[in-house]
Each structure stands twice: as structure tokens, then as C-alpha cells.
């Protein structure tokens, strides 16, 4: 009898092994599913500063903020991750990838070796932008200098460690979707809509999150504490952005001057620094769209303690 | 801000209006970085008094003028602001 439960239950292990090693499975594009294309260095520079890539990615504590050599440390509820060299490096960056390897990484958040990435990469949102952007993104990042040096592996306590179950995060989290477009609306609206939920990836820390670090939907946009947990970042809905227009949300994405003369501050002061680069129609379609946005009030800040 | 004729400007007297025991004083958006990096707050104080007052007449002199100058602040605003100031939700 008791031989048998043993048998039972070393057999469920195993079925439940398989089906989580299933479920977990990176997905790829694989070269097949690209077109023919060539790429546009404008168009690529563009999606550069949209995507905000240096904030994260360039080599920190030096002025050049073209060398994305990476060794940031990013805080976060699930332990400390150090940033990657994603420069054209051939030894050390990404260099040697293919635009399917690139493609895979934005929008399936799997690396080239077949490893599922941490979402401290905003491949949640990135995964909303086209092929042709992409590519053309990537086009621009080998245009800027090769940087040697790989960044050292995260510093994430058990169970966080195992990529594998990202896998499973992945399923409850991600969508895969490119962005779609809404035919009753501007194409501003939606060339707003496509920068801000896919390369500008505001929402990321402009939402507050859940336990497993997952983007609250209903929530989404009505800001929170901030990733790093230093200070707040604000509601940009409707309930919070009433009294901006549509030029002074453009306008503040241009200088980091907010309509009462104030500065924005914090991780935002990088943001402008990227969107200041952007093209003038390009922060419009932003700030149509976010003025669009429902007003929803956001949760209260904790008490300060 | 009005300037008195005597004693020091606000951005002078801004370095001093961050002593050790306001850290806690009120709802205030002081970050506790400022206390472990003194010397850093205090020249980004400098850098801000520096710039308006190498703005100050060409901001005082046209609208021009004052549009050349508030970048210039501005940016000494924001490179003390991106690491001192906490923002809020």
C-alpha cells in the first residue's frame, strides 16, 4: 500500500516536472518570420530615445552616455540586477546577434543561449512594437561605440535565481501582442499610444505593481511607489493630469518644466533627457494620448513611517 | 523670490536649510541621500547658485534673455532634484 503512494507520487512529480518544463518553454522568432528589410538609422534613432536604452543600459558615472556598456544596479523587491553591455561589442555586447535574436529579446524576452530574461528589462512593454522598429533600432545601437566588459551576473535570493520560472511569470504577465491600433481614433492618438505602451514603456513605473511584480491592470497609470523605492511616481490620468494640456504634457517632455513651473524630479529627469530627443509631432502623439487617459484614482502612498 | 538689499539670497542661504536634525520635520521630500552625501548636496547648491547668478541680468533683460536663461537653471534644478528630491505619487 504505502509502496504504491510512493509510486503515486514520484509519478505525479514527474508529470508535474514535465508539464511546468513545458509551460515554461522561451518562445522565439526565429529568422523565418522577419522580411526582407532595410534598415532606417532615423527611424532607429528615433525608437532609441523612445525606448529610453542609455537610462538603464550605459556605463554609469561617466559622461557618455552612448557607451551602453551596462553595470547599473537596479533595486527591486526581488533582490539587486546588474544591467548588461548592449553594446555592438562583438566579445562582450550583442554585437554578433541577429535581428531574429534582437526581435526575440524585445518581444519574448528570451536570450540568445535560450534563457528566459528578467522583466526588470521592460520587455513587457517593448514586446508591443513592430518588427520593422526593432530592426531599425537595432540598426542604430551598432552604429554607436563597442564597449568590452561583461556585467556581472544579478544578485537575486532562491527562488528568484531560477529563470526558468519566469515561464511560468511570463504566461500570467505577457500578452505578446504588438500594439493595436483603435481605427476610431487619430492616427496621433495612436502613434501616441503605440510610443507610449510600447517603446516608452511608461506604464512600468507609472503603475503600481502586485506581489509577484506584475503590472496591476485596472490600476495601470495611476502611478505608484518607485521601482527602486526611493519616493513616489505620480497618477498621469485624468484624475492627477486635469488641468495640463495636451502642449504642456509635450512641453514638460520637452525641458522637464511642469505647467507650474516646477521641475520634474527623479528617475523622470532621465526620462526627459531621452523624450527631449524625440521628434516635436512625436511628444504630441504622447501627450494626446495620455490626456486620453480615463481619470483613475491610484491607490494611497504607504504611511510614511 | 524677492532680494533684500543685505544678507544673503535664498540661493545662498539653501545649502544651510538642510541641517542634520529636519530630516524628519514635517511631509518633506528631502531624500536621507542628502545626509550621506553632504559634500555632493552642497556643491549641487553651489552649481545652482552659480547659475542664476551668471543668468541673472540677461534673465532680468528681455523675455529673450529670460528664456536663454531658465534652461540654465533649469538644469542645475534637475541634477540635484534627480538624486535629492523624492517625488511624490
Known amino acids: ?305 | 523670490m524677492l532680494r533684500s538689499s543685505n544678507g544673503p539670497t535664498p540661493r545662498q542661504k539653501l545649502p544651510g536649510l538642510f541641517p542634520e536634525n529636519s530630516k524628519t520635520v514635517g511631509e518633506n521630500r528631502a531624500s536621507p541621500k542628502i545626509w550621506l552625501n553632504k559634500t555632493d548636496f552642497d556643491a549641487k547648491a553651489a552649481a545652482l547658485a552659480k547659475a542664476v547668478a551668471e543668468t541673472h541680468d540677461k534673465a532680468k533683460s528681455s523675455l529673450e534673455g529670460l528664456r536663454a536663461a531658465i534652461p540654465v537653471v533649469g538644469k542645475a534644478c534637475d541634477n540635484c532634484h534627480e538624486d535629492y528630491r523624492l517625488s511624490k505619487q
Open chain 1, 1 to 305: 500500500m504505502i509502496r504504491r503512494l510512493i509510486l503515486l507520487a514520484a509519478v505525479a512529480a514527474v508529470l508535474g516536472l514535465a508539464a511546468f518544463w513545458f509551460l515554461t518553454i522561451p518562445a522565439t522568432v526565429p529568422a523565418s518570420a522577419l522580411d526582407a528589410h532595410t534598415p532606417d538609422l532615423v527611424n532607429g534613432r528615433e525608437m532609441y530615445f523612445a525606448g529610453g536604452c542609455a537610462s538603464c543600459h550605459a556605463v554609469p558615472k561617466q559622461p557618455d552616455k552612448t557607451r551602453l556598456g551596462g553595470g547599473l544596479a537596479l533595486n527591486s523587491p526581488f533582490g539587486i540586477f546588474y544591467v548588461p553591455n548592449i553594446s555592438p561589442d562583438p566579445k562582450d555586447g550583442i554585437g554578433t546577434w541577429t535581428d531574429a535574436q534582437f526581435v526575440t529579446a524585445m518581444t519574448k524576452g528570451t536570450s540568445p543561449t535560450g534563457e528566459h530574461l528578467y522583466p526588470a528589462f521592460p520587455y513587457t512593454s517593448y514586446q508591443h512594437m513592430r518588427f520593422d522598429d526593432l530592426r531599425d533600432l537595432f540598426a542604430y545601437l551598432k552604429t554607436l561605440p563597442p564597449v568590452s566588459g561583461k556585467v556581472r551576473g544579478h544578485d537575486l535570493p532562491f527562488p528568484f535565481n531560477i529563470r526558468r520560472t519566469l515561464g511560468l511569470w511570463k504566461l500570467l504577465f505577457l500578452n505578446g501582442k504588438p500594439f493595436e491600433p483603435d481605427p476610431s481614433k487619430s492616427a496621433q492618438w495612436n502613434r501616441g499610444g503605440y510610443l507610449v505602451n510600447g517603446p516608452g514603456h511608461c506604464a512600468e513605473c507609472h503603475s503600481p505593481r502586485n506581489a509577484l511584480g506584475g503590472v496591476i491592470e485596472s490600476l495601470r497609470f495611476t502611478g505608484g511607489p518607485s521601482p527602486d523605492g526611493q519616493g513616489g511616481v505620480p497618477n498621469i490620468t485624468q484624475f492627477k493630469l486635469k488641468a495640463w494640456s495636451e502642449q504642456n504634457i509635450a512641453d514638460t517632455l520637452k525641458d522637464g518644466m511642469t505647467p507650474d513651473a516646477d521641475r520634474v524630479g527623479g528617475n523622470m529627469v532621465e526620462v526627459v533627457r531621452n523624450t527631449s530627443q524625440l521628434t516635436e509631432a512625436d511628444r504630441r502623439a504622447i501627450a494626446a494620448y495620455i490626456k486620453s487617459l480615463p481619470a483613475v484614482e491610484g491607490r494611497k502612498p504607504p504611511p510614511k513611517t
